[in-house]
Structures are given as C-alpha cells and as structure tokens.
C-alpha cells in the first residue's frame, strides 16, 4: 500500500518563500511521475508541477513557471516543491501525487494519478 503524506505548509507573506515535501511509504518514487497540484479555496484542483516518469523532466503550470521548482532526493522516497516568490493567489492546499503508468501528456490531469496524499494548507497573506 503507497502512502503520500505531505508536509511544510503554512502562513507567510507575500513574497516569502516556503518548501512542501511529500514522503512517500510503502515504495519509492523510482519509475512513478510524481507531481504537485492544489486546490485554492472554491476552485477546483489544478496542476503544479511534475517530474515524468524516466529522464527526470520536469513540467510547470504557467502561473508557477519560475517561482517553483519540483525535484526529488537521491532515494527517491521525498519529492519537493520549492516555492518562492509567493503570492495571495498561491493560496490553497497542495496534494502530491503518484502514479507508475502515467504517460506525459496526461501529466497535468489529476484523474491519471493513482495514488494522493492528504494534503497541506498553504495560505499567503498580504
């Protein structure tokens, strides 16, 4: 059984900059793209970013390209998100997800994830 559980959010100021981990149980990250996504308060959850499966590539939302990066440990057991520059509309609370059969184009579809973790709130005030 794959467990995700994310951890690293919290209150900061525009600006500020914050890192998210998620940590996974059960298995490690080796052949799973894994990826960010976030649901602000009343919206529905959106694509962050991502690292493919094999070559380590890595994807970004428009809207995070640049402040963010995604990357993951050595062991693979720990996937990141570096998040920098922080604004009000950053606010929502970000899931990481897995999956080992995902293709790229489908990266940004949340339906294609199998496995979630239960998420962290991230708020960035004014």
């Known amino acids: 059984q794959v467990q995700l559980v994310e951890s690293g959010g919290g209150l900061v100021q525009t600006g500020a900059s914050l890192r998210l981990s998620c940590t996974v149980s059960?298995?490690?990250?080796?052949?799973?793209?894994v990826a960010w996504f976030r649901q602000p308060p009343g919206k529905e959850r959106e694509f962050v970013a991502a690292i493919a499966r094999t070559g380590g590539y890595t994807y970004y939302s428009d809207s995070v390209k640049g402040r963010f990066t995604i990357s993951t440990d050595r062991p693979k057991t720990t996937v990141f998100l570096e998040m920098s520059s922080l604004k009000s509309e950053d606010t929502a609370v970000y899931y990481c997800a897995a999956d080992q059969h995902i293709i790229t184009s489908s990266l940004r579809l949340p339906a294609q994830y199998d496995y979630w973790g239960q998420g962290t709130q991230v708020t960035v005030s004014a």
């Open positions: 059960g298995r490690t990250f080796r052949n799973h793209a």
